[in-house]
């Protein structure tokens, strides 16, 4: 069925005139991710001003101190930031600061700013992961207009990226545990500066395209090419009680994503197949969109997406003491607490997206910030149809030792022109664990009915 779906996407990218394959990288080039380049891709030298230091192998010692489930609380608990960029003093700062992070100075100019800590690059790989990425570096390509990959399988697929969609694809197959459970809060902040609960949820999650007995034919094979698996409950506020959602993306262009959704009410599961894309956020209350879910969430066929370059920018980096924080000491009234939120300087990838001609999003045009070191999305800026600035999020990471990498699940979208913001997957005062892998039925719409009729 995968390949019968494949081939009507790729004679569809042909009548459109649109390139059905891109070829992977040549050896020599993908020689150098053992040698200038580090596993992943990034750089490995550091910059010219001593600024970004070089890679040496990442965080590999063990991580002192408390942890909640199995997040360490902080990575660099006696570091002090080099400097406030503030409202004042933003413009000797700004070839570093995206457009979002300095309208957010400009909107909240007493209670928003930009702590830069000393630059830790703290990315680190798992041995398969690194053999996978080196091996996908000659093998993996895009297909059918980069709305699907072929012959990639359990690590980056594109570490040395030629062109925007490969970057993008990238953060969707980033480096993840092969099961993880975590509960969850959807905060939703409004324009007076009150807060929210959307919703509290347990949640699962799953990645087949990172089991370590995987490969390329037994994933494409079995699962059609499904990388990520989720269910949770809903357990606040008393209202939505014991809804839940489950989700499972796939590779497959003409049915990336299947959705079901139970309602409490209804006693019943049903399929959800607009819970993608730009349909609002039913979990959030409707403050964000589907697909602003972890930065992006969802196939990349709704637009183009054209690789900028590199450059140096603050992002939000290592946050174990943001997303382990309470709720009361994570958040300020219009914004995160920026005492608790930590910058640096790091190398990111820029990607421009535009919609696609002949679809639409409520969003047409997109600037996406992914680091070099693990591909992981850090901020995203979205502008409306006339162009105007109207949304920014930050996806601030944080490492897990029992993966080990740095991972990305909390993100904050602030719509600047509405002054509302939404966090989505707030870990604050929950717990983040890796777990042995489920049974996949776990994660189908039989399964939530079957345990909600117990």
């Known amino acids: 069925m995968f390949k019968k ?5 790729s004679l569809l990218a042909l009548v459109s005139g649109v390139h059905t394959a891109a070829a992977a990288v040549s050896a020599e080039d993908a020689a150098k991710l053992k040698s200038s380049l580090t596993p992943l891709g990034g750089d490995k030298a550091g910059n010219k001003d001593g600024t970004i230091p070089a890679w040496t192998g990442g965080q590999t010692q063990p991580v002192a101190g408390a942890k909640v489930g199995d997040i360490p609380v902080n990575l660099f608990p006696n ?8 409202a004042a003093n933003m413009a000797q700062h700004a070839d570093k600061l995206s457009e979002g992070t300095q309208a957010l100075l400009k909107k909240y100019p007493d209670t928003f700013r930009v702590d830069i800590y000393p630059t830790h690059r703290t990315a680190t790989v798992p041995t398969h992961i690194a053999d996978n990425t080196f091996r996908n570096a000659t093998n993996c390509k895009t297909i059918a207009g980069g709305a699907s990959i072929e012959n990639c399988f359990g690590g980056l697929p594109f570490p040395i990226p030629q062109a925007g969609v490969e970057v993008v694809w990238n953060y969707l197959l980033r480096v993840e545990a092969e099961s993880i459970e975590f509960g969850f809060k959807n905060i939703v902040g409004s324009a007076d500066g009150n807060h929210t609960l959307a919703t509290r949820n347990d949640n699962f999650f799953q990645h087949p395209y990172n089991y370590k007995d995987g490969s390329w034919e037994t994933w494409t094979k079995n699962g059609n090419g499904e990388y990520f698996m989720q269910r949770f409950s809903t357990t606040a506020p008393s209202f939505k009680v014991g809804e839940s959602l489950v989700i499972r993306d796939k590779i497959d ?3 990336p994503r299947q959705a079901w959704q139970y309602l409490v009410g209804q006693r019943r599961v049903r399929r959800a197949p607009t819970v993608a894309y730009d349909t609002p956020d039913f979990v959030a209350s409707g403050a964000n969109y ?11 066929d709704r637009y183009e997406w054209k690789l900028v370059g590199k450059r140096e920018m603050y992002i939000p980096y290592n946050n174990n003491e943001l997303v382990t924080a309470k709720v009361s000491e994570a958040f300020d009234k219009f914004h995160l607490n920026p005492a608790k939120v930590r910058w640096e300087l790091h190398r990111v990838w820029e990607v421009e997206a535009t919609v696609v001609s002949g679809k639409r999003h409520a969003v047409p045009k997109r600037k996406y910030y992914f680091d070099e070191d693990t591909s992981l999305l850090a901020l995203m800026d979205g502008y409306d149809s006339k162009g105007k600035l109207w949304r920014t999020s930050q996806v601030p990471n944080f490492f897990v030792p029992a993966v080990p990498a740095l991972l990305a699940k ?3 979208v602030f719509n600047l022109q509405a002054g509302t913001m939404s966090t989505v997957q707030g870990l604050n005062d929950e717990s983040y664990r890796v777990v042995p892998r489920k049974p996949e039925t776990f994660f189908t719409g039989d399964a939530v009915a079957a345990d909600a009729a117990r």
Do not use: S
């Open 5 to 9: 779906t494949l081939l009507c996407a």
């Open 410 to 412: 909390q993100v904050t």
């Open 253 to 255: 262009p003409q049915t």
């Open 79 to 86: 570091e002090k930031p080099l400097v406030q960029i503030t």
């Open 290 to 300: 589907f697909d602003e879910v972890q930065g992006f969430f969802g196939h990349p």
